[in-house]
Protein backbone atom coordinates (compact mmCIF):
# COMPACT_ATOMS: atom_id res chain seq x y z
CA UNK A 1 0.00 0.00 0.00
CA UNK A 2 1.29 3.37 -0.70
CA UNK A 3 2.29 5.94 2.07
CA UNK A 4 0.03 9.17 1.76
CA UNK A 5 3.06 11.36 1.96
CA UNK A 6 3.83 9.79 -1.69
CA UNK A 7 3.16 10.94 -5.34
CA UNK A 8 0.52 8.29 -6.78
CA UNK A 9 2.62 6.35 -8.64
CA UNK A 10 1.84 4.28 -11.84
CA UNK A 11 -0.99 6.37 -12.50
CA UNK A 12 -0.07 7.76 -15.74
CA UNK A 13 0.09 5.41 -18.89
CA UNK A 14 2.27 6.73 -22.37
CA UNK A 15 -0.31 8.05 -23.97
CA UNK A 16 -1.35 10.62 -20.62
CA UNK A 17 2.89 11.53 -19.95
CA UNK A 18 2.80 11.97 -23.96
CA UNK A 19 -0.20 14.25 -23.48
CA UNK A 20 1.53 16.45 -20.74
CA UNK A 21 4.14 17.07 -23.12
CA UNK A 22 2.43 17.95 -25.65
CA UNK A 23 0.27 19.99 -24.06
CA UNK A 24 2.85 22.13 -22.62
CA UNK A 25 4.54 22.51 -26.15
CA UNK A 26 0.85 23.99 -26.51
CA UNK A 27 0.82 23.03 -30.16
CA UNK A 28 -1.78 25.43 -31.24
CA UNK A 29 0.27 28.25 -29.79
CA UNK A 30 2.79 28.40 -33.32
CA UNK A 31 0.39 28.57 -35.92
CA UNK A 32 -2.12 31.17 -33.04
CA UNK A 33 0.47 33.78 -31.87
CA UNK A 34 4.59 32.76 -32.65
CA UNK A 35 3.83 32.42 -36.06
CA UNK A 36 4.14 36.34 -36.45
CA UNK A 37 7.14 36.55 -35.04
CA UNK A 38 8.48 33.19 -36.43
CA UNK A 39 7.90 35.23 -40.28
CA UNK A 40 9.49 38.40 -39.12
CA UNK A 41 12.92 36.77 -38.08
CA UNK A 42 12.93 34.18 -40.82
CA UNK A 43 10.76 35.32 -43.66
CA UNK A 44 10.61 32.64 -46.08
CA UNK A 45 12.99 30.18 -44.54
CA UNK A 46 10.70 30.07 -41.83
CA UNK A 47 9.96 26.06 -42.39
CA UNK A 48 13.50 25.64 -42.40
CA UNK A 49 14.52 27.34 -38.92
CA UNK A 50 11.42 24.33 -37.80
CA UNK A 51 13.35 21.86 -39.39
CA UNK A 52 16.43 22.61 -37.42
CA UNK A 53 15.32 23.40 -34.12
CA UNK A 54 13.26 20.30 -34.26
CA UNK A 55 16.72 18.48 -35.18
CA UNK A 56 18.58 20.26 -32.60
CA UNK A 57 16.13 19.64 -30.07
CA UNK A 58 15.80 16.09 -31.09
CA UNK A 59 19.97 16.03 -29.95
CA UNK A 60 19.08 17.48 -26.76
CA UNK A 61 16.15 14.86 -26.01
CA UNK A 62 19.10 12.12 -26.94
CA UNK A 63 20.89 13.34 -24.37
CA UNK A 64 18.05 13.62 -21.85
CA UNK A 65 17.28 10.23 -22.51
CA UNK A 66 20.46 8.52 -21.09
CA UNK A 67 19.45 9.35 -17.59
CA UNK A 68 15.62 9.21 -18.77
CA UNK A 69 16.35 5.31 -19.79
CA UNK A 70 18.11 4.60 -16.27
CA UNK A 71 16.95 6.50 -13.88
CA UNK A 72 13.34 8.63 -12.71
CA UNK A 73 11.66 10.34 -10.27
CA UNK A 74 9.23 13.59 -9.58
CA UNK A 75 11.24 16.28 -11.35
CA UNK A 76 14.00 14.36 -12.78
CA UNK A 77 15.67 16.56 -15.03
CA UNK A 78 16.46 18.89 -12.37
CA UNK A 79 18.06 15.65 -10.40
CA UNK A 80 20.14 14.54 -13.40
CA UNK A 81 21.80 17.87 -13.46
CA UNK A 82 22.96 17.84 -9.77
CA UNK A 83 23.90 14.38 -9.86
CA UNK A 84 26.79 14.85 -12.68
CA UNK A 85 27.73 18.60 -12.25
CA UNK A 86 27.05 19.02 -8.67
CA UNK A 87 24.79 20.16 -6.43
CA UNK A 88 25.45 23.99 -6.98
CA UNK A 89 24.71 23.11 -10.84
CA UNK A 90 22.16 21.23 -9.76
CA UNK A 91 20.83 24.06 -8.29
CA UNK A 92 20.77 26.19 -10.64
CA UNK A 93 19.14 23.85 -13.38
CA UNK A 94 16.44 23.36 -10.45
CA UNK A 95 16.05 27.34 -10.48
CA UNK A 96 16.13 27.60 -14.16
CA UNK A 97 13.03 24.91 -14.67
CA UNK A 98 11.06 26.59 -12.35
CA UNK A 99 11.60 30.19 -14.04
CA UNK A 100 11.35 28.70 -17.21
CA UNK A 101 7.65 26.89 -16.47
CA UNK A 102 6.14 29.65 -14.37
CA UNK A 103 7.08 32.14 -17.33
CA UNK A 104 5.48 29.86 -20.15
CA UNK A 105 2.72 29.34 -17.30
CA UNK A 106 2.39 33.46 -17.03
CA UNK A 107 2.17 33.82 -20.86
CA UNK A 108 -1.01 31.93 -21.00
CA UNK A 109 -2.54 34.78 -18.41
CA UNK A 110 -1.91 36.71 -21.28
CA UNK A 111 -3.02 34.32 -24.00
CA UNK A 112 -6.16 33.83 -22.67
CA UNK A 113 -7.23 37.01 -22.45
CA UNK A 114 -6.51 37.39 -25.61
CA UNK A 115 -8.23 34.75 -27.06
CA UNK A 116 -11.15 35.23 -24.69
CA UNK A 117 -11.15 39.03 -25.32
CA UNK A 118 -11.35 37.92 -28.79
CA UNK A 119 -14.14 35.61 -28.75
CA UNK A 120 -16.41 38.12 -27.23
CA UNK A 121 -15.66 40.49 -29.46
CA UNK A 122 -16.85 38.67 -32.02
CA UNK A 123 -20.07 38.12 -30.20
CA UNK A 124 -20.71 42.26 -29.82
CA UNK A 125 -19.72 41.44 -25.70
CA UNK A 126 -16.14 42.11 -23.69
CA UNK A 127 -14.65 39.69 -20.79
CA UNK A 128 -12.77 41.84 -18.30
CA UNK A 129 -8.91 40.47 -18.52
CA UNK A 130 -8.48 40.19 -14.79
CA UNK A 131 -11.58 38.00 -14.42
CA UNK A 132 -10.24 35.68 -17.29
CA UNK A 133 -6.92 35.63 -15.37
CA UNK A 134 -8.75 34.98 -12.07
CA UNK A 135 -10.86 32.14 -13.40
CA UNK A 136 -7.47 30.69 -15.26
CA UNK A 137 -5.85 30.67 -12.06
CA UNK A 138 -8.66 28.85 -10.04
CA UNK A 139 -9.77 26.06 -12.60
CA UNK A 140 -5.90 24.66 -13.18
CA UNK A 141 -5.49 24.55 -9.44
CA UNK A 142 -8.28 23.08 -8.79
CA UNK A 143 -7.83 20.49 -11.50
CA UNK A 144 -4.33 19.99 -11.02
CA UNK A 145 -4.60 19.52 -7.02
CA UNK A 146 -7.53 16.95 -7.69
CA UNK A 147 -5.66 13.90 -9.90
CA UNK A 148 -2.87 14.18 -12.39
CA UNK A 149 -4.14 11.45 -14.52
CA UNK A 150 -7.59 13.39 -14.93
CA UNK A 151 -5.48 16.90 -15.83
CA UNK A 152 -3.89 14.88 -18.42
CA UNK A 153 -6.69 13.66 -20.09
CA UNK A 154 -8.16 16.81 -19.84
CA UNK A 155 -5.32 18.47 -21.74
CA UNK A 156 -5.02 16.02 -24.27
CA UNK A 157 -8.33 16.09 -25.01
CA UNK A 158 -8.22 20.05 -25.49
CA UNK A 159 -5.18 20.08 -27.34
CA UNK A 160 -6.42 17.35 -29.66
CA UNK A 161 -9.47 19.66 -30.52
CA UNK A 162 -7.29 22.54 -31.30
CA UNK A 163 -4.98 20.30 -33.10
CA UNK A 164 -8.19 19.38 -35.34
CA UNK A 165 -9.33 22.31 -36.41
CA UNK A 166 -6.13 23.87 -37.32
CA UNK A 167 -5.74 20.98 -39.93
CA UNK A 168 -8.83 21.17 -40.91
CA UNK A 169 -7.98 24.96 -42.10
CA UNK A 170 -4.15 23.74 -43.55
CA UNK A 171 -6.30 20.52 -45.30
CA UNK A 172 -8.78 23.80 -47.07
CA UNK A 173 -5.70 25.46 -48.18
CA UNK A 174 -3.60 23.23 -49.73
CA UNK A 175 -6.51 21.59 -51.24
CA UNK A 176 -7.37 24.85 -53.01
CA UNK A 177 -3.80 26.01 -53.76
CA UNK A 178 -3.21 22.53 -55.67
CA UNK A 179 -0.31 20.23 -55.58
CA UNK A 180 2.37 22.76 -57.04
CA UNK A 181 5.15 23.78 -54.44
CA UNK A 182 5.61 27.39 -52.92
CA UNK A 183 9.02 27.74 -54.81
CA UNK A 184 9.47 31.21 -52.35
CA UNK A 185 9.83 29.11 -49.44
CA UNK A 186 11.56 26.52 -51.78
CA UNK A 187 14.14 28.87 -53.03
CA UNK A 188 14.47 30.22 -49.16
CA UNK A 189 13.78 34.03 -51.19
CA UNK A 190 14.89 36.69 -48.89
CA UNK A 191 16.42 34.23 -46.06
CA UNK A 192 19.85 34.44 -44.90
CA UNK A 193 22.08 32.51 -42.60
CA UNK A 194 21.40 34.81 -40.02
CA UNK A 195 17.70 35.27 -40.54
CA UNK A 196 17.24 31.77 -40.32
CA UNK A 197 19.28 31.28 -37.08
CA UNK A 198 17.21 34.21 -35.46
CA UNK A 199 14.51 31.80 -36.47
CA UNK A 200 16.05 28.89 -34.99
CA UNK A 201 16.35 30.44 -31.49
CA UNK A 202 12.47 31.49 -32.23
CA UNK A 203 11.08 28.04 -32.60
CA UNK A 204 12.94 27.20 -29.42
CA UNK A 205 9.70 28.73 -27.84
CA UNK A 206 7.79 26.99 -30.14
CA UNK A 207 8.99 23.11 -28.65
CA UNK A 208 9.71 24.29 -24.87
CA UNK A 209 8.04 21.49 -22.71
CA UNK A 210 9.03 18.57 -24.71
CA UNK A 211 10.97 17.59 -21.79
CA UNK A 212 8.16 17.97 -19.38
CA UNK A 213 7.83 14.22 -19.37
CA UNK A 214 10.93 13.61 -17.18
CA UNK A 215 8.70 15.62 -13.89
CA UNK A 216 6.17 12.89 -13.63
CA UNK A 217 9.12 10.26 -12.73
CA UNK A 218 7.23 8.86 -9.77
CA UNK A 219 3.29 9.04 -11.45
CA UNK A 220 4.41 7.38 -14.81
CA UNK A 221 4.12 3.34 -15.50
CA UNK A 222 7.08 1.74 -16.63
CA UNK A 223 8.93 5.17 -16.49
CA UNK A 224 12.11 3.94 -17.69
CA UNK A 225 10.27 3.17 -20.79
CA UNK A 226 7.28 5.23 -21.51
CA UNK A 227 9.30 8.63 -20.37
CA UNK A 228 12.08 8.37 -23.16
CA UNK A 229 9.52 7.60 -25.41
CA UNK A 230 7.00 10.63 -24.48
CA UNK A 231 10.34 12.89 -24.93
CA UNK A 232 11.20 11.64 -28.50
CA UNK A 233 7.78 11.53 -29.73
CA UNK A 234 6.66 14.81 -28.44
CA UNK A 235 9.16 16.44 -30.39
CA UNK A 236 8.89 14.48 -34.01
CA UNK A 237 4.82 14.72 -33.22
CA UNK A 238 5.39 19.07 -32.80
CA UNK A 239 8.39 19.90 -35.44
CA UNK A 240 6.44 18.14 -38.18
CA UNK A 241 3.08 20.05 -36.95
CA UNK A 242 5.52 23.60 -37.25
CA UNK A 243 6.73 22.50 -40.26
CA UNK A 244 3.18 21.88 -41.81
CA UNK A 245 1.51 24.70 -40.42
CA UNK A 246 4.21 27.40 -40.84
CA UNK A 247 4.86 26.81 -44.29
CA UNK A 248 0.86 26.95 -44.79
CA UNK A 249 0.25 30.16 -43.09
CA UNK A 250 3.15 31.87 -45.50
CA UNK A 251 1.79 29.62 -48.74
CA UNK A 252 -1.93 31.00 -48.00
CA UNK A 253 -0.93 34.62 -46.69
CA UNK A 254 1.67 35.26 -49.55
CA UNK A 255 0.94 38.79 -50.63
CA UNK A 256 -1.50 39.50 -47.65
CA UNK A 257 -1.64 43.05 -46.61
CA UNK A 258 -0.61 43.17 -43.57
CA UNK A 259 2.00 41.32 -44.09
CA UNK A 260 1.61 37.72 -41.62
CA UNK A 261 4.22 39.55 -39.32
CA UNK A 262 2.21 42.25 -38.41
CA UNK A 263 -1.19 40.04 -38.26
CA UNK A 264 -2.29 39.39 -34.61
CA UNK A 265 -4.48 36.62 -35.53
CA UNK A 266 -3.43 35.16 -39.17
CA UNK A 267 -5.33 32.06 -38.89
CA UNK A 268 -8.67 34.56 -39.03
CA UNK A 269 -6.90 36.00 -41.97
CA UNK A 270 -5.90 32.67 -43.67
CA UNK A 271 -9.80 31.27 -42.89
CA UNK A 272 -11.04 34.33 -44.85
CA UNK A 273 -8.12 34.32 -47.25
CA UNK A 274 -9.90 30.45 -48.46
CA UNK A 275 -13.44 31.08 -48.12
CA UNK A 276 -13.58 29.21 -44.38
CA UNK A 277 -14.60 32.00 -42.16
CA UNK A 278 -17.02 29.39 -40.56
CA UNK A 279 -13.23 27.94 -38.54
CA UNK A 280 -12.50 31.40 -37.46
CA UNK A 281 -14.54 30.78 -34.20
CA UNK A 282 -14.13 27.27 -33.73
CA UNK A 283 -10.33 28.67 -33.96
CA UNK A 284 -10.50 31.14 -31.44
CA UNK A 285 -11.96 28.34 -29.30
CA UNK A 286 -9.48 25.47 -30.33
CA UNK A 287 -6.98 28.30 -29.07
CA UNK A 288 -8.20 29.00 -25.79
CA UNK A 289 -8.72 24.96 -25.36
CA UNK A 290 -4.85 24.90 -26.17
CA UNK A 291 -3.63 27.90 -24.33
CA UNK A 292 -5.71 26.38 -21.05
CA UNK A 293 -3.95 23.38 -21.67
CA UNK A 294 -0.76 24.63 -21.63
CA UNK A 295 -1.26 26.65 -18.40
CA UNK A 296 -2.06 23.32 -16.62
CA UNK A 297 0.49 21.81 -17.94
CA UNK A 298 2.68 24.13 -16.37
CA UNK A 299 1.20 23.87 -13.11
CA UNK A 300 1.61 20.64 -13.04
CA UNK A 301 4.86 20.33 -14.09
CA UNK A 302 6.80 23.16 -11.89
CA UNK A 303 5.19 21.89 -9.44
CA UNK A 304 7.19 18.79 -9.64
CA UNK A 305 10.34 20.99 -10.00
CA UNK A 306 9.39 22.89 -7.05
CA UNK A 307 8.51 19.14 -5.05
CA UNK A 308 12.07 17.70 -4.98
CA UNK A 309 13.86 21.33 -4.53
CA UNK A 310 12.24 21.74 -1.18
CA UNK A 311 12.70 17.79 -0.30
CA UNK A 312 16.35 18.72 -0.73
CA UNK A 313 15.88 22.03 1.34
CA UNK A 314 16.58 24.53 -1.61
CA UNK A 315 13.11 25.75 -1.10
CA UNK A 316 10.81 25.97 2.66
CA UNK A 317 10.48 22.33 3.26
CA UNK A 318 6.15 23.14 3.55
CA UNK A 319 5.97 23.15 -0.18
CA UNK A 320 6.87 19.31 -0.46
CA UNK A 321 3.65 18.57 1.45
CA UNK A 322 1.69 15.71 -0.69
CA UNK A 323 -2.18 16.06 -0.44
CA UNK A 324 -3.33 13.14 2.14
CA UNK A 325 -6.45 11.82 -0.58
CA UNK A 326 -5.38 12.88 -3.68
CA UNK A 327 -1.38 11.85 -3.35
CA UNK A 328 -0.55 15.25 -5.23
CA UNK A 329 1.63 17.93 -3.88
CA UNK A 330 -1.32 20.68 -3.37
CA UNK A 331 1.23 23.46 -1.62
CA UNK A 332 3.44 23.53 -4.46
CA UNK A 333 0.89 23.22 -6.76
CA UNK A 334 -0.58 26.36 -5.12
CA UNK A 335 2.75 28.29 -5.14
CA UNK A 336 3.28 27.55 -8.66
CA UNK A 337 -0.12 29.16 -9.54
CA UNK A 338 0.04 32.24 -7.69
CA UNK A 339 3.40 33.17 -8.50
CA UNK A 340 2.18 32.70 -12.05
CA UNK A 341 -1.00 34.72 -11.16
CA UNK A 342 1.40 37.71 -9.84
CA UNK A 343 3.17 37.50 -12.99
CA UNK A 344 0.49 37.67 -15.16
CA UNK A 345 -2.12 39.90 -13.23
CA UNK A 346 1.38 42.13 -12.23
CA UNK A 347 2.60 42.88 -15.95
CA UNK A 348 -1.63 43.83 -16.77
CA UNK A 349 -1.60 46.23 -13.94
CA UNK A 350 1.54 47.80 -15.34
CA UNK A 351 -0.64 48.10 -18.89
CA UNK A 352 1.25 45.39 -20.27
CA UNK A 353 -1.48 44.38 -23.67
CA UNK A 354 -2.40 40.53 -23.30
CA UNK A 355 -0.37 39.89 -26.74
CA UNK A 356 3.00 41.59 -24.88
CA UNK A 357 2.71 39.47 -21.51
CA UNK A 358 2.43 36.40 -23.61
CA UNK A 359 5.69 37.65 -26.10
CA UNK A 360 7.23 39.33 -22.94
CA UNK A 361 7.04 35.90 -20.59
CA UNK A 362 7.74 34.10 -23.77
CA UNK A 363 11.11 35.01 -24.34
CA UNK A 364 12.14 34.98 -20.78
CA UNK A 365 11.49 31.46 -20.46
CA UNK A 366 13.31 30.48 -23.32
CA UNK A 367 16.81 31.52 -21.68
CA UNK A 368 15.83 29.54 -19.03
CA UNK A 369 15.27 26.45 -21.26
CA UNK A 370 18.19 26.85 -23.51
CA UNK A 371 20.26 26.76 -20.06
CA UNK A 372 19.20 23.92 -18.83
CA UNK A 373 19.21 22.22 -22.12
CA UNK A 374 22.73 23.03 -22.18
CA UNK A 375 23.23 21.91 -18.83
CA UNK A 376 22.02 18.55 -19.82
CA UNK A 377 23.86 17.77 -22.82
CA UNK A 378 27.26 18.63 -20.83
CA UNK A 379 26.02 16.28 -18.19
CA UNK A 380 25.29 13.24 -20.23
CA UNK A 381 28.81 12.38 -21.67
CA UNK A 382 29.82 13.06 -18.34
CA UNK A 383 27.38 10.46 -16.78
CA UNK A 384 27.92 7.66 -19.59
CA UNK A 385 31.69 7.76 -18.78
CA UNK A 386 31.16 7.28 -15.33
CA UNK A 387 29.27 4.32 -15.82
CA UNK A 388 31.22 2.98 -18.33
CA UNK A 389 28.88 2.86 -21.52
CA UNK A 390 30.20 6.53 -23.22
CA UNK A 391 30.33 6.00 -27.12
CA UNK A 392 31.87 8.42 -29.75
CA UNK A 393 28.55 9.14 -30.98
CA UNK A 394 27.42 9.81 -28.14
CA UNK A 395 30.67 12.37 -27.54
CA UNK A 396 29.30 13.94 -30.89
CA UNK A 397 25.51 14.12 -30.32
CA UNK A 398 26.84 16.41 -26.95
CA UNK A 399 28.86 18.30 -28.88
CA UNK A 400 26.48 19.76 -31.99
CA UNK A 401 23.96 20.07 -29.40
CA UNK A 402 26.18 22.52 -27.18
CA UNK A 403 27.44 24.12 -30.25
CA UNK A 404 23.82 24.51 -31.60
CA UNK A 405 22.38 25.74 -28.37
CA UNK A 406 25.04 28.16 -27.83
CA UNK A 407 24.57 29.62 -31.30
CA UNK A 408 20.78 30.32 -29.67
CA UNK A 409 21.49 31.76 -26.73
CA UNK A 410 24.01 34.05 -28.88
CA UNK A 411 21.12 35.67 -30.43
CA UNK A 412 19.32 36.65 -27.39
CA UNK A 413 22.20 38.65 -26.29
CA UNK A 414 23.05 39.93 -29.75
CA UNK A 415 21.95 41.81 -31.85
CA UNK A 416 20.81 43.67 -28.88
CA UNK A 417 16.82 43.65 -29.16
CA UNK A 418 14.34 46.38 -28.56
CA UNK A 419 13.85 47.43 -25.17
CA UNK A 420 12.28 45.95 -22.72
CA UNK A 421 13.26 42.47 -24.45
CA UNK A 422 17.86 44.14 -24.19
CA UNK A 423 17.20 43.57 -20.49
CA UNK A 424 15.77 39.88 -20.31
CA UNK A 425 18.99 37.96 -20.32
CA UNK A 426 20.31 40.43 -17.87
CA UNK A 427 17.62 39.70 -15.67
CA UNK A 428 17.49 35.80 -15.87
CA UNK A 429 21.05 36.04 -14.71
CA UNK A 430 20.66 38.38 -11.85
CA UNK A 431 18.42 35.48 -10.57
CA UNK A 432 20.04 33.04 -11.10
CA UNK A 433 23.02 34.67 -8.98
CA UNK A 434 20.67 35.35 -6.12
CA UNK A 435 19.54 31.20 -6.02
CA UNK A 436 23.37 30.62 -6.05
CA UNK A 437 23.79 32.68 -3.66
CA UNK A 438 21.13 31.50 -1.44
CA UNK A 439 22.81 28.21 -1.94
CA UNK A 440 25.86 29.15 -0.59
CA UNK A 441 24.75 30.87 2.53
CA UNK A 442 21.21 29.80 3.39
CA UNK A 443 21.23 26.65 2.24
CA UNK A 444 24.53 25.65 2.64
CA UNK A 445 23.50 22.01 4.42
CA UNK A 446 20.62 21.05 1.38
CA UNK A 447 21.00 17.51 0.51
CA UNK A 448 19.77 17.27 -3.33
CA UNK A 449 18.35 13.51 -3.17
CA UNK A 450 19.24 12.32 -6.45
CA UNK A 451 17.38 9.33 -8.54
CA UNK A 452 19.20 5.70 -7.45
CA UNK A 453 20.17 4.87 -10.91
CA UNK A 454 20.92 1.00 -9.31
CA UNK A 455 17.48 0.47 -8.17
CA UNK A 456 15.79 2.06 -11.27
CA UNK A 457 17.68 -0.37 -13.69
CA UNK A 458 17.40 -3.13 -11.56
CA UNK A 459 13.50 -2.53 -11.44
CA UNK A 460 13.86 -2.13 -15.55
CA UNK A 461 15.16 -5.62 -15.76
CA UNK A 462 12.60 -6.87 -13.38
CA UNK A 463 9.76 -6.02 -15.43
CA UNK A 464 11.55 -6.70 -18.58
CA UNK A 465 11.86 -9.89 -17.02
Known amino acids: MQEKNQLRSGSLSFVEVLAASVALIGLSMTPVLIAPYMFGAAGYGSWLAYVFGGVMLLLVAMNLNHFARRATGAGSMFLYAAEELGPAVGTLSGWSLVWAYVFVGASQFGAQALFIGLLASAFG ?19 AVRDVA ?44 ASIGLGIATAIFSFVGFESATAFGDEARNPLVTIPRAVIWSVIIAGAFFVLVMYTEILGLHGSKPPLDQMSAPLWNLADAFQAGYLKIPITIGAICSSFSVALACVNTAARIVLPMAQSRLLPRGLAAIHPRFRTPHVALAWTVAVMFAIGVGMYALHVAPIDIFNYCGTLSSLSFIAVYLLISVAAPKYLRRIGELRVVDTIVAALSCLFLAAAAITLFYPVPSAPTNWFPYLFLVYLAVGLVLYRVSLRGAQIIAPDV ?3 ESAATEHAS
Open 125 to 143: ASVPALVVMVGLGVVCWLL
Open 150 to 193: LSTIIMLVLETISVAIICTLVGIVLFKHGPHLDLAQLHLEGASH
Open 454 to 456: TAA
